[in-house]
């Protein structure tokens, strides 16, 4: 196994860290550390905050944020599909047909469950 094939990942994994990191450490050691009152208030809109910044979520909100993540990631194979199409040929294209029918039929389900109905 050859150590060195992996160095770029290395690189990449440290830059990343970098990037990450050197600028919350410097901010903490060169930034001015002065809090007031003022400082550190809530702050919401303007105005002091009214209710707890912990409410509870309906459920439904997270249905749809599930639902539009599956489909999101589901039409990102349209992507590399659409790029390698010549290469696939027939065989591809009518997998891909298959693929967009029950992209299709899954949709029109939670369609007609009211999945997306946002009341």
């Known amino acids: 196994m050859n ?3 992996y160095f770029p990942v290395l690189l990449f994994i440290l830059v990343g860290i970098s990037v990450g ?5 410097l901010g903490r050691v060169l930034g001015p550390f ?3 009152l003022q400082k550190n208030s809530p702050y919401e809109c303007g ?3 009214f209710e707890d910044a912990r409410m509870k979520f309906d459920v439904r909100y997270y249905l749809v944020a599930i639902l539009f993540i599956l489909f ?3 039409t990102a194979f349209f992507f590399p599909w659409a790029a390698s199409m010549r290469e696939l ?3 591809g294209f009518v997998i891909m047909l298959i693929f967009i029918l029950e992209f299709a039929v899954g949709f029109w389900y939670i369609w007609k ?7």
């Open 3 to 5: 150590l060195e094939n």
């Open 21 to 25: 990191v050197i600028p919350q450490v």
């Open 34 to 36: 002065r809090p007031d």
């Open 47 to 49: 105005f002091e905050a």
């Open 72 to 74: 999101d990631l589901e």
């Open 89 to 91: 040929g027939w065989q």
């Open 113 to 119: 469950k009211g999945a997306l109905d946002w009341e």
